[in-house]
C-alpha cells in the first residue's frame, strides 16, 4: 500500500527566509505525487505535481519540489517566504484501489512566517 | 470557470434533522469527490463518483448518502448524524485517472448539536 510521511508537523521560519517541507513516501509501483495548501478557513490548492520527466518541479508562486526517488521523497521549497505563505502544506500521493484511484494525504506540515 | 462552489459555507444541524450539501462545478471534470476534514488533520475520503457513477465508497456510516445528479452536481445527504461528525467537509473534482490534481471548493463548515 502507498503511503506518505510529513516528517515536520510544523514549520517556524523568519521571512525572506528559505524554508524546506519535508516529504516521504513508500510504493511499490510508480508514484505520482502532489502538494497541497491550505491556508486558513479554505479549501485546498493544487500546489504543484509530479507524474513523470524532470525530476524538478516548480509553481507559479516561488515554490519548487524535487521527486527522488532513491531517498523516496519529494520535499517542497522555497528560497524566500513571505508572511502571506503561512499556511498548512500537504503532501499526497495517489494510489491504486478497488473501483479505481485514491489521493492520500499526508499529516499536513504547519508552515509559520515570522515578520 | 475554474472553481468548486459550495453551499452552505456553515451548517449547523441538530441529531434529528436532515440537511444536504451542495457542489458544483463547470470545468467539464468527470470525477467529484467528497472529503471530511476534521481540525488540524488530513482530508479524508469519503466518496468518490466517476462519470456520474459511485465508483468508491470508503465504508461511511449509512447517515451520509451521496447523489450525483449530474456530471455538474454532487450532492451530500446527511441524516441522523451524531456530534462527531462535525468537520469541515470538501468537495474536489478532477478528470478521471490518476495524475490529476484536484480543485478543491471551500467547503462546509457543519456542527451537529
Known amino acids: 500500500a502507498q503511503s506518505v510521511t510529513q516528517l515536520d508537523s510544523q514549520v517556524p521560519v523568519f521571512e525572506e527566509a528559505p524554508v524546506e517541507l519535508r516529504c516521504n513516501y513508500s510504493?511499490?509501483?510508480?508514484?505520482?505525487l502532489f502538494w497541497y495548501v491550505q491556508y486558513p478557513n479554505q479549501g485546498l490548492q493544487l500546489l504543484l505535481k509530479y507524474l513523470s520527466g524532470s525530476t524538478l518541479v516548480e509553481s507559479i508562486n516561488g515554490f519548487e519540489a524535487e521527486f527522488n526517488k532513491s531517498q523516496t521523497s519529494f520535499h517542497l521549497r522555497k528560497p524566500s517566504v513571505h508572511i502571506s505563505d503561512t499556511a498548512e502544506y500537504f503532501c499526497a500521493v495517489s494510489t491504486i484501489i478497488v473501483g479505481g484511484f485514491k489521493t492520500i494525504f499526508g499529516a499536513g506540515t504547519r508552515l509559520f512566517v515570522k515578520a | 470557470d475554474t472553481e468548486v462552489t459550495q453551499t452552505p459555507k456553515h451548517l449547523v444541524m441538530g441529531m434529528t434533522n436532515k440537511k444536504s450539501l451542495k457542489c458544483e462545478q463547470h470545468m467539464g471534470h468527470r470525477a467529484m469527490y467528497w472529503y471530511k476534514q476534521k481540525a488540524k488533520k488530513p482530508p479524508e475520503l469519503m466518496f468518490v463518483y466517476s462519470y456520474e457513477k459511485l465508483s468508491i465508497n470508503e465504508s461511511v456510516p449509512s447517515r451520509f448518502s451521496p447523489e450525483c445528479p449530474n456530471s455538474s452536481l454532487l450532492n451530500l445527504h446527511l441524516h441522523a448524524l451524531q456530534p462527531e461528525d462535525s468537520a469541515l467537509y470538501l468537495c474536489?473534482?478532477?478528470?478521471?485517472?490518476?495524475?490529476?490534481?484536484?480543485?478543491f471548493g471551500s467547503g462546509t463548515r457543519l456542527t451537529v448539536v
Open positions: 474536489a473534482s478532477s478528470q478521471p485517472g490518476q495524475g490529476y490534481g484536484y480543485t
Open positions: 510504493s511499490s509501483v510508480s508514484v505520482y
